[in-house]
T-cell receptor
Framework: NAGVTQTPKFRVLKTGQSMTLLCAQDMNHEYMYWYRQDPGMGLRLIHYSVGEGTTAKGEVPDGYNVSRLKKQNFLLGLESAAPSQTSVYFC?????????????????FGPGTRLTVL | LAKTTQPISMDSYEGQEVNITCSHNNIATNDYITWYQQFPSQGPRFIIQGYKTKVTNEVASLFIPADRKSSTLSLPRVSLSDTAVYYC?????????????FGTGTRLLVSP
């Protein structure tokens, strides 16, 4: 199994350009996530999806759109890139099991996409 | 929103046991506590998860007191390859995954 893969690994954009980051997972996970990580910072959740055809906003959704047309794929779009979107983007997927006292969740992360917006 | 507080950095030597404590005073009843490890230029990797008492796997132990307001990740006999950033997360399905916050983590440096 490849796990979680991300395309592309690196990208340089000019301000105002658009692009789509692709995330794919082969673990049949229901949940998928997009995070961004800025230098020296933790990860911040951009958008997430709890199933095919459904998406929801995370902590920092502005400037991004997402789509989950197929269960195995989660796309992150930047319609008009800005320098503030320079970051490393991580995709993750997870199953969610039901424990005796609630729920649990283990996220599997991709290798990341390093995006620079000039 | 269950906020977590953990030390910014820790130093250790090879072969020592390392304990990283995370504070989460407003943890919800159905929240789980999860720890991730991240190496430079890589995505985080799940280490361990627990709800209460003690959980142990092949790489770490997680100690959770009865009030669940804190937790301690224990790494036995660390090696140089354990140098990484460690994140403590609190949350779960019932409290919303959008509220899972990685924070800045604890930067562990293991020296020879």
């Amino acid at each position: 199994n490849a796990g979680v893969t991300q395309t592309p690994k690196f990208r340089v954009l000019k301000t105002g350009q658009s692009m789509t980051l692709l995330c794919a997972q082969d673990m049949n996970h229901e949940y998928m996530y997009w995070y961004r990580q800025d230098p020296g910072m933790g990860l911040r959740l951009i958008h997430y999806s709890v199933g095919e055809g459904t998406t929801a906003k995370g902590e920092v959704p502005d400037g991004y759109n997402v789509s989950r047309l197929k269960k195995q794929n989660f796309l992150l779009g930047l319609e008009s890139a800005a320098p503030s979107q320079t970051s490393v983007y991580f995709c993750a997927s997870s199953y969610t099991g039901q424990g005796l006292d609630g729920s649990y969740n283990e996220q599997f992360f991709g290798p990341g996409t390093r995006l620079t917006v000039l | 929103l269950a906020k977590t507080t953990q030390p910014i950095s820790m130093d250790s030597y090879e072969g020592q046991e390392v304990n990283i404590t995370c504070s989460h005073n407003n943890i919800a009843t159905n929240d789980y506590i999860t720890w991730y490890q991240q190496f430079p230029s890589q995505g985080p990797r799940f280490i361990i998860q627990g709800y209460k008492t003690k959980v142990t796997n092949e790489v770490a132990s997680l100690f959770i007191p009865a009030d669940r307001k804190s937790s301690t990740l224990s790494l036995p006999r660390v090696s140089l390859s354990d140098t990484a950033v460690y994140y403590c997360l609190v949350g779960g399905l019932n409290t919303g995954f959008q509220k899972l916050v990685f924070g800045t983590g604890t930067r562990l440096l293991v020296s020879p």
